[in-house]
């Protein structure tokens, strides 16, 4: 008996502890599922967060190259997140900055997956230079463009860090892992026209990023001496040809040259105050392969290439307008004479120690072309008829014509242009048929076309 009540004391004990679990395990599986869920809600939200400080709420094409470059500070600070920072990182970062060859340079490249800066770039590596390259990307024009000279420049063990040269931390993070002997800075808002659309894009890439890089390269040890594009815009409503580094400069015609002119003074001061090596190139007109699609020799092959009418400006009393066009190739050599010519900046830990060099210099081809004489040379390379619109130059900052007088450059660095106008299209029309896989089929359709 005594047995059988023991039995059934512990049928209920067991039923009773049983019963205890399912409530335990019922409320740890309750409470698990808040806790993920709570933590997926926290992800969500992180996601949602990231996501909008990156890609703002109602950008519509026209706007799209503001957000990309009107960069708050949240960003920045959010962008050095992504960058990268970890030692695979890192090692990217040494390993393309550090030279193969004895005393050779090691450069930070600012815009290093543009038009210039991408063969810079090139040229450098190929000498045995380290050369690392700093990229925002933006949609200014066709990022692929952009990707496409990034995977050219990985091939040859060229790494582009993916940031913006307003983003303090993350330029001072170079600096603290590379001692870079050089910086060619040509990241930039660059083309004369669109200052009118998106003038503040102007101001925060080519006068507040300058100033950022500027601030960081102060306090670098050792400071690097830096080469930077200012471009012959600065020259503006000046008459006097052919252009000499010592003609006025202060007349302007748009807001980007403006910007490129506040550039030049700004380097006077971080010259004068701490001691920095800085050289001012006034590039004239680059054009060639890989070149920048807002340019008018690129989009006129464009529109030519697809039977569309381009615009050819002339001056308000009718006049041909002319350009200084300058081959890739030939400002190449004039970036690296100028690199190599730099004296060590003077200062550091943001002191000046004593005077350093500050240099202006002109890099053009020294023969203006009229755009009619351009168009005439697309015409014959492409074997197309263009459909001209000859129209008044509207007001829209560019200037009548430009004309480089480059004595200096030649005394200094030996520079001298040797690609005229026809052999340097020439080059780039291969290239862009090639790139754009144009095939000559389209070629003789869209001639025919032009002459309906
Ligand atoms: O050398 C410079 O300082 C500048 O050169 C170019 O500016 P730009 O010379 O105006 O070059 P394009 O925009 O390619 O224009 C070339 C010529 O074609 C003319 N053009 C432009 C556009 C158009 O539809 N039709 C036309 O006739 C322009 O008036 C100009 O004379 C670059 O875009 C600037 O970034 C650079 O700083």
């Known amino acids: ?51 909008f400080i990156n890609y703002p709420p109602f950008s519509n094409s026209s706007e799209s190259t503001s957000h990309h470059n009107i960069h708050t500070t949240t960003h920045n600070l959010l ?59 933006n949609s200014y024009y066709d990022p692929s463009l952009k990707r496409g000279r ?13 940031g913006d040269i307003n983003d303090a931390e993350l330029l001072a993070k170079l600096f603290d892992i590379v001692p870079f002997t050089h910086v060619l800075h040509l990241a930039a808002q660059a083309g004369v026209r669109y200052a009118m659309k998106n003038p503040l894009s102007y ?5 507040a990023g300058f100033v950022n890089l500027l601030e960081t390269v102060k306090l670098a040890n050792p400071q690097p001496a830096i080469v930077w594009a200012s471009s012959s815009s600065v020259y503006g409503l000046n008459t006097n040809v052919p252009f000499s580094e010592d003609h006025r400069t202060d007349q302007p015609a748009s807001l980007y040259a403006a910007t490129k002119k506040a550039g030049e003074e700004i380097a006077h001061t971080y010259n004068h105050i ?22 008018a020799y690129f989009f006129f092959t464009k529109d030519m290439v697809q039977g569309k009418s381009i615009n050819v400006y002339v001056t308000q009393d009718d006049k041909e307008v002319a350009r200084d066009f300058t081959y890739i190739d030939d400002i190449v050599k004039g970036c690296l004479g100028a690199l190599d ?37 697309l015409e014959s390379l492409l074997n197309v008829k263009a459909k001209k619109n000859v129209i008044k130059m509207p007001r829209n900052g560019d200037v009548p014509f430009t004309h480089a007088n480059v004595t200096l450059a030649k005394r200094d660095f030996g520079y001298k242009p040797t690609t005229d106008l026809s052999s340097g299209l020439r080059k780039f029309v291969k290239w862009y048929v090639s ?8 070629l003789d359709s869209s001639n025919d076309h032009s002459h309906d």
């Open 150 to 162: 990034q995977k050219l420049l990985a091939q040859h063990e060229i790494f582009i860090v993916e």
């Open 1 to 51: 008996m005594a047995s059988s009540i023991d039995a059934s004391k512990v049928t209920k004990l067991e039923r009773y502890n049983s019963y205890i679990r399912r409530v335990n395990s019922t409320k740890l599986i309750v409470a698990s599922s808040k806790l993920l869920f709570r933590v997926t809600l926290l992800v969500a939200l992180l996601l949602i967060f990231f996501f």
């Open 435 to 442: 790139y754009y896989g144009i095939q000559s089929k389209e």
């Open 79 to 137: 962008s050095s997140a992504f960058y990268g920072g970890g030692a695979a990182w890192e090692k990217q970062v040494r390993r393309s900055s550090t030279p193969r060859r004895v005393n050779g340079l090691s450069v930070l490249v600012t815009g290093a997956a543009g038009f210039v800066g991408s063969h810079c770039s090139m040229a450098l590596k190929k000498r045995g230079d380290g050369v690392l390259g700093i990229d925002n990307f």
């Open 274 to 295: 701490y001691g920095l090596s800085l050289t001012a190139l006034r590039f004239f007109t680059v054009y060639g392969p890989w070149g920048r699609p807002d340019m």
């Open 203 to 207: 101001v925060q890439s080519n006068i």
């Open 341 to 377: 010519t730099a004296e060590k900046s003077t200062g550091s830990g943001g002191k000046k120690k004593g005077p350093a060099q500050l240099r202006v210099y002109n890099l053009g081809n020294t023969s203006p072309v009229s755009v009619n004489k351009l168009v005439t040379i």
